[in-house]
Structure formats: C-alpha cells, structure tokens
C-alpha cells in the first residue's frame, strides 16, 4: 500500500493528513497558518506538521510523496506559487523549497482546484460528468472538472470567481482591485463587514457576544448564528453575500452549464 501526504494550505488554517491508494484519510492535524509571520515560517510550519504525520505512521507505511493545494494562482508544472493574495505570496518556489525540507517529491496545485476534483471523484459530485464547485472561505475561488479533467485556463489561471467584480461592490480587496465578489461574501469579508457595523454603534446581538476586545474571535459561524436569532445586523450581511454569490453562479452556469453546482469552505457551511 503506497501512502501520500496530503496538505490544505488556507489563508486561515493548515490542514496535513496522510491518505492511502483509495483515497482513505488514515491520520491528519490541523494548524493556523499564521500568514502574517512570512512565506519561510510558513513553509517550516507546513514541514513541521508533514514530520508529525511521517512520525506518527511509523517506519511500516513511509511516505512516498506530497501533495499540497495552495491558495490563489499557482503553476503546478514549475511548482510555484505565482500569487496568492490571502498569503501575501508572489512567486514562491513552493515545491523546491518544500522538498528541501522534507527530502520527499512535492507537488502542488490549486487548493480549490484539488477539492473540487476530489468531490467529483469521490464526493458530492460522483457520477457527474460536468462539475462546477466553489468555496466560501478567507476568500472565494472555483473550479471546473469536465468528464474526469480539471480545466485550467491559460496559465493555469481558471476559477477565480472571487475576483469578479460585481455592480454595488466598493470595497478594496487584497489582490489590488475594487469590488471583488470575495472582499463582501467571504467568509472573512462578512466577518469584516460585521466588525465594521458593531465598531459603528449599529445595534446586533453580536455586541453582546463579542464585547470589547472579544471582537476579534468574531466569525462567520457566529453570524450564522445571530442570523438564526433574527439580528439585523447580521441578516442583512449574510442575504447580500448569499444575493451576489448567486448572480456569480448564475452567469457561471450560463458560460459553463454544469450538471452540479457544489459549495464548499467554512463560509459555506451552515452551522
């Protein structure tokens, strides 16, 4: 049985795991990214937590390889990283440097690129020959499989359907644009929105749950959760994001016709 690593690397958390030739997850854990802390810290975090995992299979099942799905625009042929906007990344040779640390074959590619392979394989897309998924999470991307092939795009660039840039939309967002669909219905661009309306003296349960400097554990979860409770506040930000996600998915299903549509990340999760 060959074992492969597997790593998520998300603008908030980095997720390691090993899986075996079926797919089958046998053991992962879970880490912030901490992006703030710089490309390097992050790499040594991400060969930190492939050690654990190598550790932890034991001599029995080494591992063969690594795969991780990176956030952003990536060039899985040259391994690099080419921008990542959450990140702060711009051309970081992630595969070589990875490799230097772990002394095993690394290969990268889209994070949601890779997700939404994996459900069309195995998941919620299986038996559909024609798939289009999307997740909700630090920013908003999407990924196209069509009868088993994913669709890149020139230079790899295909998917990034947080950087449409809707009518109504003038916030700034990290890739240098205005009014990107992520800088409003992101997981994190909601939880911004929210912030911004409680530091406004805009009355919300959420002022309660989040007093002072609690403010910054607030997440989309918990507006969730105050949606649920009939606040206002975070009624009004959940509808629009939902509102513009669903104009995006719309103009994409016209271009593309998808048999499914799957909507994945921790924005997108109903708690």
Not at 2 to 24: L, P
Not at 163 to 174: F, N, Q, T
Not at 232 to 260: D, F, H, N
Request: glycine share 14%.
């Amino acid at each position: 049985m060959s074992i492969h690593i597997g790593v998520d690397v998300g603008g908030t958390n980095i997720v390691c795991g090993a899986v075996d030739d079926s797919g089958k997850v046998l053991l992962k854990t879970k880490r912030p990214t901490e992006a703030h802390q710089g490309e390097a810290a992050v790499l040594d975090r991400l060969a930190d937590m492939v050690g654990h995992i190598r550790q932890e299979m034991g001599d029995q099942l080494p591992a063969e390889s690594i795969g991780v799905g990176l956030p952003g625009l990536v060039d899985p042929q040259s391994g690099v990283s080419r921008f990542a906007g959450n990140l702060k990344w711009r051309n970081v040779p992630v595969a070589q440097l990875l490799t230097k640390r772990t002394g095993l074959p690394v290969y990268i590619d889209n994070d949601v690129r890779m997700y939404i392979y994996g459900e069309a394989m195995r998941g919620a897309g299986r038996g559909c020959g024609h798939v289009l998924g999307v997740t909700v999470g630090t920013g908003i991307a999407a990924a196209i499989v069509n009868d088993g092939q994913l669709h890149y795009g020139f230079k790899h660039m295909a998917g990034e359907l947080g950087h449409v840039r809707m009518e109504g939309v003038s916030e700034p967002c990290a890739c240098g644009l205005t009014g990107c669909l992520e800088t409003v219905a992101s997981a994190s661009g909601m939880v911004r929105q929210a912030k911004k309306a409680l530091l406004e003296g805009q009355h919300s349960v959420l002022r309660e749950w989040f007093p002072g400097e609690r403010l910054d554990q607030l997440t989309a979860a918990d507006l969730s959760r105050a949606m649920d409770a009939g606040d206002a506040v975070a009624s009004a930000i959940l509808s629009r994001a939902g509102m513009l996600l669903g104009r995006a998915l719309a103009s994409a299903a016209t271009l593309i016709s998808p048999e499914i549509i799957i909507i994945g990340g921790g924005g997108g999760q109903r708690r």
